[in-house]
């Protein structure tokens, strides 16, 4: 399937501080998808992105598809300790067989 | 309520043992998923169907078999050739393959013993 790297594994930050992971492609995708796990829960879709430069905001969160549909981040603005959990990102080519990047997971310290 | 369910929530297998994870959807989707997460690797692809009667093989299929006899169901038999099982197993359904909104059921988490 298509290959994917997402980084950071980890990430530690204080409440209130900014967070952002990143979606890495060699080729061009035909969508990225974003989902959030909380511990010991299952992955919950939290939007797809389609066009070429796309930008989209959910309250705290933005997500960004490249210009060139290879890469895309999510960024949260003063994280709370309810964002803690894994954010992965789910892509697909032209086959439309998705991979899923190996996540980032955000601790949170109040 | 629609969703997707599976069962059992945990489940042990002994050695040389063939296990089934069952999955279950009244979404009406056509198109469902078996991944497999252990910690720090993410979800892998075991198997998908894109339709009833169908299915292809995902990046990890080795030991695991599956069928889609029904739209609503996709079981997924772990063989006693699946040498490292132990994992939580997460099963998904979409509208169609990849293009829409994968929605996850609660997982299975199976203990070799």
């Known amino acids: 399937g298509q290959q994917v790297m997402q980084i950071p594994q980890y990430q530690h930050v204080q409440e209130g501080e900014d967070f952002t992971t990143y979606c890495n492609s060699s080729?061009?995708?035909?969508?990225i998808q974003w989902y959030k796990q909380r511990p010991g829960g299952h992955p919950v879709f939290l939007i797809q992105?389609?066009?070429?430069?796309e930008v989209k905001k959910q309250k705290r969160l933005t997500f960004q598809f490249g210009e060139a549909k290879k890469n895309s981040s999510l960024h949260i603005t003063a994280t709370q300790t309810t964002d803690v959990g894994t954010y992965f990102c789910?892509?697909?080519?032209?086959?439309?067989?998705?991979?899923f990047g190996r996540g980032t997971s955000l601790i949170v310290h109040p | 309520d629609g969703g997707i369910t599976q069962s059992p929530k945990y489940l042990f297998r002994k050695e040389g043992q063939n296990v089934t994870l069952s999955c279950e959807q009244n979404?009406?989707?056509?198109?469902m998923y078996w991944y497999r997460q252990d910690p720090g690797q993410g979800l892998r692809l075991i198997y998908y169907?894109?339709?009833?009667?169908?299915?292809q093989k995902g990046d990890i299929a080795e030991g695991y078999s599956v069928s889609r006899e029904k739209k609503e169901s996709f079981p997924l038999t772990v063989t006693s050739a699946q040498k490292n099982p132990t994992a939580f197993y997460l099963c998904?359904?979409?509208?169609?393959?990849?293009?829409?909104?994968?929605?996850f059921g609660p997982g299975t988490r199976l203990l070799v013993l």
């Open positions: 998904a359904s979409s509208m169609v393959l990849a293009r829409e909104t994968q929605y």
């Open positions: 080729t061009t995708l035909s969508n």
């Open positions: 992105l389609v066009k070429s430069g």
């Open positions: 789910a892509v697909s080519g032209g086959s439309y067989i998705p991979t």
């Open positions: 979404l009406n989707h056509d198109a």
């Open positions: 169907s894109q339709i009833v009667n169908d299915f």
